[in-house]
């Protein structure tokens, strides 16, 4: 059975909430509520990780207040147009390190993994909320990591998330405007391999 949702289609059946996602650009600007956006991070809590490390860590700053600035200016140029109307701005960062009390930390080889399961679980619950976040890569990894205090020799940050409520796209920029669908996806046998890679 084939599931159509968001003028996207799926070649095997799954929950429709994977074909609702998607990661917006236009946002109607207006204040999240701080319980809403903490359920957000409620459901990023709950990802799976490597032995229950996780290693995933949230800064975050809501439009308008003095931790905003910083944050938003750390990131390139192409993405602050349409973030300016995002209700918050937050970056997602992993531990590279395991940590057990009296013991000195070692590497954790999975801490990007399991910090982008963490990412994954945010941005289902905003769907699910009626809210959207999108994360990008599209920062100044030195800047970002001066703006919120983070070491880098510890720490990755791994992305740059915009939550707001989706708007219609006329708010964006024209320039952004025709970006502004779901995008598509490569069939599962273009990834997937029984047995050996490339198969």
Aim: hydrophobic letters at 40%.
């Amino acid at each position: 059975m084939t599931l159509t949702a968001n003028g996207r289609t799926a070649d095997h059946d799954i929950d429709p909430q994977f074909l609702t996602r998607w990661s917006p650009r236009a946002f109607t600007g207006e204040p999240i509520p701080q319980e809403v956006l903490m359920s957000m991070f409620e459901a990023a809590r709950w990802a799976p990780s490597a032995s229950n490390i996780q290693p995933w860590r949230f800064v975050y700053a809501h439009r308008g207040t003095p931790q905003w600035e910083p944050l938003f200016h750390a990131l390139m140029d192409m993405n602050q147009p349409w973030v300016a109307r995002a209700s918050v701005l937050a970056y997602v960062v992993s531990d590279r390190f395991r940590r057990k009390p009296g013991a000195e930390p070692t590497p954790n080889r999975s801490h990007s993994f399991d910090t982008g399961a963490a990412w994954a679980n945010l941005a289902l619950q905003a769907q699910h909320l009626g809210w959207a976040a999108h994360g990008m890569g599209g920062f100044h990894p030195a800047k970002a990591h001066e703006a919120m205090g983070v070491p880098e020799s510890d720490y990755r940050i791994e992305a740059a998330i915009a939550i707001g409520r989706p708007a219609d796209a006329g708010v964006l920029p024209e320039s952004y405007r025709g970006r502004e669908v779901p995008s598509g996806r490569e069939p599962v046998a273009s990834f997937v391999f029984e047995g050996r890679f490339g198969a």
